[in-house]
């Protein structure tokens, strides 16, 4: 074992005594953003990327489809559980966002929503900005629970997390010709950040103080990636993995000028980057058997409604995948990127 697994067994340790002996970390998580983290506000929309039904949540709680992307929990869900939360943020949208369930955060995330306003219309998802409207919604109902002074407390010590940009560039960007001719991936990705920023004084407006944004997987080594622009490789795109390093760069550079403008704002950048290419580049050395295909149907493009009962070749044994279907992690891969997250989440609710 290397002395990071040392040291986050130590960290995972410490969570654990902690939570056995008092409240959670923070008063509050509110979750936003795309797939990698809807706990299923597209359930009843009208768009087609959802995934509430089988084989989705073989592994979940009562073995049920939720609307997560995954056989089981989300990285977010772990998140909960190491902040010391015994349950997770409600789908905004979802019949358990009701009264008090909703004092501890909610999830307003939306399958297909990306940071480019567009990319959310074309899928029917719930754009960022109107997941900012059904975050202030939710102001208010807790507001009408505590009180306004309590209230104020809740936000302010809230955590925030944000997953987004990967369907902007996979199915936007990549596939899109006329948004390709208008903008080099440098000019959109700018556009990208300039939303995020907007995102982020937009919340802090609202009196969050604590947010957490991901950076974009290395895009390249999706299994749908591969198999979409990848060649007839079996192996990672190295284009498209540039363009997550440059983004994440980019990203990086953003977020700084942002704690520095800001007063009294915490701005955590996790990487997913590395952690996630591990997995894909060395399995067996995190207990993996395939990182290249996925578990669902043929593993190479089967994702939402491609991926359900009927899709032929899906694995028994998903805890052996890093990824459930052509774009999502399994529930074990995503214990593992929540786990790498540990560290830099210290430096969020500190």
Not at 269 to 283: A, Q, R
């Amino acid at each position: 074992m290397g002395l990071l697994r040392i040291f986050l067994s130590f960290l995972l340790a410490a969570v654990a005594l902690f939570r056995a002996h008092s409240q959670p970390m923070v008063p509050a998580l509110n979750i936003f953003g795309d797939s990698v983290v809807d706990a299923g506000n597209n359930n009843n929309r009208l768009s087609l990327v959802k995934a509430n039904f089988p084989p989705y949540g073989r592994d979940f709680i009562d073995h049920k489809a939720s609307g997560r992307f995954c056989n089981g929990m989300l990285a977010i869900d772990y998140t909960a559980e190491y902040l010391g939360f015994t349950s997770y943020p409600p789908a905004y949208l979802s019949d358990d966002a009701k009264g008090r369930n909703i004092l501890t955060g909610a999830n307003f995330a939306s399958a297909a929503c990306g940071y480019y306003n567009m990319t959310s219309l074309a899928y029917l998802a719930i754009s960022l900005p109107q997941q900012i409207e059904y975050y202030r919604a939710w102001q208010n109902k807790v507001v009408g629970m505590v009180g306004r002074a309590r209230a104020n407390e809740i936000f302010s010590g809230a955590v925030q997390l944000l997953s987004a940009g990967s369907s902007d560039f996979i199915q936007n960007y990549y596939i899109n010709l006329p948004l390709r001719g208008a903008y080099s991936i440098d000019r959109f990705s700018d556009m990208l950040l300039k939303s995020f920023t907007n995102f982020v004084e937009k919340l802090y407006g609202l009196g969050a103080r604590r947010i957490g944004v991901t950076t974009l997987p290395p895009m390249g080594c999706l299994p749908a990636a591969i198999s979409l622009f990848g060649r007839g490789s079996n192996q990672c795109v190295p284009r498209l993995n540039a363009d997550s390093v440059m983004f994440n760069n980019k990203l990086n550079t953003t977020a700084e000028k942002l704690l520095n403008q800001y007063q009294g704002l915490k701005l955590v950048v996790f990487d997913i980057y590395t952690p996630l290419l591990e997995l894909v580049m060395k399995p067996s050395d995190n207990g993996f058997a395939e990182s290249r295909r996925a578990c669902c149907g043929t593993g190479t493009i089967e994702t939402s409604l491609l991926c359900n009962s009927m899709s032929v070749g899906t694995c028994s044994n998903a805890s052996q995948y890093v990824f459930w279907d052509s774009f999502h992690p399994t529930q074990q891969a995503n214990e593992y990127l929540a786990q790498s997250m540990l560290v830099k989440g210290f430096d969020l609710i500190s």
